[in-house]
């Protein structure tokens, strides 16, 4: 068995490296703004204004990024909605968003669905609410998984080797994850917002798998006590709902 020149294995990791840098790039635009600048990007990444300026000439010719020339901002280019589309539809989401803007219209609060990332939450739909006064998590919005109902929903019925992170080292998420598991659905007041109580149950696909959590969010003052019961009912009923598309495939991270 022959060993790799030392030169070669210089290239590939100076390759991986600039993937790497050009996969943080693109993920600036998972929870910021819809167009950034070459100081923002530079800065989100840490990396100098040559080197990602030399890194979006890449993305931008490779169609992964388009770059306005009159502002100079950056946008998600063509090749990246496509695949974004293409996901929309073949994965089930179209359906499944039709269940989560019905959930938010009979329960009068802004509804959400997503995905485990690592230890967080990403939302990939969302509903907003009709009243002016509500709460919304924008799609794409990274919501930290042991302060909210989505990302307890996740936690608590996730496999045993996918409860990672930091749950594991705090013993007090335990009783709490627990009481998740024992009601069905997670329940989160005044947690990571001041005044907003949520509400969230776990969305298992045909195979019994984990794929997703979907919930609403909205003013303690209008979730109240009283509507609790309801709009469990509904929260869990839409999750068996968006759980028995056969379309929806493969949505959790491994």
Known sequence: MTSQPTNDIHRSNTSIKSVARAVA?????????D???????????????STAY????????????T?????????????????????????????ALVLVEDLAARTGESASLAIRD????????????SSPLR???????????LASAL?????????????????????????ILDQ????????????????????????????RRLEAAVGIHGPISRVVDERLDRLATDVLGTAASIGALPTVVNLASE
Do not use: K, W
């Open 180 to 207: 998740v598991r024992a009601a069905g659905y997670a329940l989160v007041d005044d947690e990571q917002f001041a005044g907003v109580r949520a509400l969230a149950a776990p969305v298992f696909g045909t195979s």
């Open 67 to 95: 770059r306005d020339p009159e502002t100079g901002r950056y946008r998600l280019g063509p090749v990246l909605l496509a695949m974004a589309q293409r996901a929309f539809s073949g994965r089930g989401l179209r359906e």
């Open 35 to 49: 167009t950034q600048s070459l100081t923002d990007l530079a800065t989100r990444t840490q990396l100098s204004l």
């Open 25 to 33: 790039l693109v993920q600036c635009f998972v929870d910021g703004d």
């Open 118 to 129: 690592d230890d967080c939450a990403i939302v990939l739909l969302t509903a907003t609410s």
């Open 135 to 145: 709460f919304d998590r924008p799609a794409g919005a990274r919501v930290p998984l």
């Open 151 to 175: 990302g307890r929903a996740l936690l608590a019925f996730a496999p045993a080797a996918g409860v990672v992170g930091r749950a594991d080292t705090m013993p007090s998420m335990g009783p």
């Open 54 to 65: 030399r890194l979006l000439l890449t993305l931008c010719a490779g169609r992964i990024l």
